[in-house]
């Protein structure tokens, strides 16, 4: 099994930043996929952002140009920068894992962390 392990949220202001970050832990030998998704009250859980293999990401549209992801594959770590934040971004925000774990094709979610933008 893989542990993911989320830190960075809490509340901001509209137009402020955060840093999310991820630790993976576990017998792990190969990364697929990390990444980020989102799940606002009442709506479903939805893609952030992705990195795929070494260096291929994949944006949200409604997060492009405002959040960068990035991925310290010694650590096994992944990061979300999130800048220019907008109300509408409020969200618990879940890291996400797909590789292979202990001779296993795994996929993890983290447990989730709230990150609410209001003023």
């Known amino acids: 099994q893989v542990r993911l392990v989320e830190a960075g949220g809490g509340l901001v202001q509209p137009g402020g930043s955060l840093r999310l970050s991820c630790a993976a832990s576990?017998?792990?030998?190969?990364?697929?996929?990390m990444g980020w998704y989102r799940q606002a009250p009442g709506k479903q859980r939805e893609l952030v952002a992705r990195?795929?293999?070494?260096?291929?990401?994949n944006y949200a549209d409604a997060v492009k140009g405002r959040f960068t992801i990035s991925r310290d594959n010694g650590k096994n770590t992944v990061n979300l920068q999130m800048n220019i934040l907008k109300p509408e971004d409020t969200a618990v925000y879940y890291c996400?894992?797909?590789?292979?774990?202990?001779?296993?094709?795994?996929?993890?979610w983290g447990q989730g962390t709230q990150v609410t933008v209001s003023s």
């Open positions: 576990g017998s792990i030998f190969r990364v697929d996929a």
């Open positions: 990195i795929i293999g070494g260096d291929n990401t």
């Open positions: 996400y894992f797909e590789g292979v774990v202990a001779g296993v094709r795994t996929q993890g």
